[in-house]
């Protein structure tokens, strides 16, 4: 059973950057993909970012692509997601899950019924 708990959220304005890190206990992250999930009120969670421990392939959405970078520490078993030129609409609560990897992640990571293990998130506001 994996346990996250997810940090670095804050209040930014527009074009600022913030680092969010997702710790993991109780279980090593390395079998599993670690995606980052963003949720507004109203919204459905959507999937931002994923990283698969074992080989370190990454998926991004299409709106942060050449902004956010995702990366993994297996041997502090953790998750990081550097945030660059943040806009408004990255505000929301990023959580961080794992599922089972899969070859088609760009298919896996856009769904977050297939992950589990939840955090309690990280509040990310982007104002001026």
């Known amino acids: 059973q994996v346990q996250f708990v997810e940090s670095g959220g804050d209040l930014v304005q527009p074009g600022g950057s913030l680092r969010l890190s997702c710790a993991a206990s109780?279980?090593?992250?390395?079998?599993?993909?670690v995606g980052w999930f963003r949720q507004v009120p109203g919204k459905e969670r959507e999937g931002i970012s994923c990283?698969?421990?074992?080989?370190?392939?990454?998926y991004y959405v299409e709106s942060v692509k050449g902004r956010f970078t995702v990366s993994r520490d297996n041997d502090k078993n953790t998750v990081s997601l550097q945030m660059n030129n943040l806009k408004v609409e990255d505000t929301g609560v990023y959580y961080c899950?794992?599922?089972?990897?899969?070859?088609?992640?760009?298919?896996?990571?856009?769904?977050?019924?297939?992950?589990?293990?939840w955090g309690q998130g990280t509040q990310v506001t982007v104002s001026s």
């Open positions: 899950a794992a599922a089972l990897p899969d070859p088609l992640l760009s298919m896996l990571c856009v769904r977050s019924s297939y992950f589990g293990f």
């Open positions: 109780g279980s090593t992250l390395n079998t599993y993909t």
């Open positions: 990283v698969t421990m074992s080989d370190g392939s990454t």
